[in-house]
Nanobody, 121 residues
């Protein structure tokens, strides 16, 4: 059974930092692209950052230079370091294991339950 469990969210002042973690179980973690997405109230869920199995990263323009995605395959965990936070970063942040074909079998995507990040003074 696949489980993705996010942690590290909370309330932070503008300009502050948070580090989100997503611990995965039930998957061969190292073979998957992992991603962080977010959804603000009244808005669609949007991509924040992804990291491939080889470590290639991709970021939304709105977070480039402020957020860093990383992974530790030994711990089956993906991280999102968020610096210089702004009120517009307020959202529920979700971890996602991207779907892929592996050993000729399609493995679907899975989502975590989300963690709230609130940036406010």
């Amino acid at each position: 059974q696949v489980q993705l469990v996010e942690s590290g969210g909370g309330l932070v002042q503008p300009g502050g930092s948070l580090r989100l973690s997503c611990a995965a179980s039930g998957i061969i973690f190292s073979i998957y692209t992992m991603g962080w997405y977010r959804q603000a109230p009244g808005k669609q869920r949007e991509l924040v950052a992804t990291i491939t199995s080889g470590g290639t990263t991709n970021y939304a323009d709105s977070v480039k230079g402020r957020f860093t995605i990383s992974r530790d395959n030994a711990k089956n965990t993906v991280y999102l370091q968020m610096n210089s936070l702004k009120p517009e970063d307020t959202a529920v942040y979700y971890c996602k294991q991207e779907g892929r074909v592996y050993m000729a079998v399609y493995h679907p995507a899975y989502w975590g339950q989300g963690t709230q990040v609130t940036v406010s003074s």
